[in-house]
């Protein structure tokens, strides 16, 4: 339009975007996490989600997780007995703990 109405059709100049609210920006430090403690602890009760967990902390390839899970797994081993270690595969998330 060329006779200097306001229209939808033209672009005008805006502001700039809004930073975004905190509760979405990644946060660095995982909320909730546990002890190595609390692991063992809560797998020897037999707390299935605790165990639930411990199988993810043991599947990440996070350096500090692989030396969270190597803590926990040493910390368990006294209490194993006769058991055996059995490998489960499987994507994240597939209910391998159930």
């Known amino acids: 339009m ?3 109405r306001e229209s ?11 930073a975004p609210p905190e509760s979405t ?14 692991y063992v602890e ?3 009760k037999g707390d299935r989600a605790v165990l639930a967990r411990a199988i993810t902390l043991i599947e990440s390839s ?13 910390k368990c081993l006294p209490a194993s007995g006769k058991s055996i270690r059995v ?6 998330g597939a209910g391998k703990a159930a």
């Open 2 to 4: 060329t006779d200097g």
């Open 8 to 18: 939808a059709l033209n672009v005008k100049s805006g502001c700039a975007a809004p």
């Open 25 to 38: 920006l990644r946060v660095s430090k995982r909320e909730h996490e546990l002890s190595p403690a609390a």
């Open 42 to 44: 809560g797998i020897l």
């Open 62 to 74: 996070r350096a500090i997780d692989r030396e969270i899970a190597d803590d926990v797994l040493e």
């Open 87 to 92: 490998g489960v595969t499987g994507i994240p």
